[in-house]
């Protein structure tokens, strides 16, 4: 990965054009949906550069790269622009390359979805936690509606009986929903995991996997960048670098 770490804000110039080889993120260095995108770059050993955005002040230049005005876009050295995690990583397992990371079968592939769609309730019970804990709200009720929707994961892995979500290896599926459980600490909620066996041993295999290894974020970091970012200090995205 090469590409300058400070995000880009308003007034920036535009980044010059992406070089001949290299898919350019478009990315915000604490965002779960970005990390999608990076763990699926790195899986698949994609020649790739990042351009960090400030997003509370965005640059008017980042619309074109990402007309929704959200990170993860990703852009080509021919003009291709993808934008959308699930979207920019199905691009990526199809268009280059290297270990296919969606299950060819359709079925298996449909059941990869499902899980996804069902992982959705996950995160935005996380959100709604994130929220309350910025408005010093109590978060004692969110967490219990988490928990719940949480079991839907174990159920999922427990009746598979395989070590990942998608089988004998990692696959799609858990590059998609594994950002999240890097933020448990931030959102304490990690206590879920002393009831979810099945879990809990995918989350330790995880953690050997070379992509998530290399896109890993220390608790404390997250912590650092929440801390400033729940004071509307947008310092918050440039947080930990010199
Ligand atoms: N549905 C989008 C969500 C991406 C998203 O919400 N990204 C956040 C950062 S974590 C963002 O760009 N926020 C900027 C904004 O809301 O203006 C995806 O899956 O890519």
Redesign the pocket.
Known sequence: MTGSQRSLAKGSAAPGPVPEGVTRLYS?RF???VQRARLVLIAKGIKHEVVNIN?KNKPDWFFEKSPL????SIETSDGKIVY???VVCDYLDEAFPGVKLTPADPYEKAQQKILLEHFSAVTSAMHKILLAKKDNQDTTELKTQFFEKFKILEGALAKRKSPYFGGESVSMIDYMIWPWFERFGVFEVQEVLENSPSVKAWQELMLQDPAVKETFTEPDVFRGFFELYSKNNWDAFDYGLD
Do not use: H, I
């Not at 005005?69 to 993860?72: R, S």
């Open positions: 915000m965002c779960p949906y997003l005005g959200l990170v993860p959308e995690s699930p």
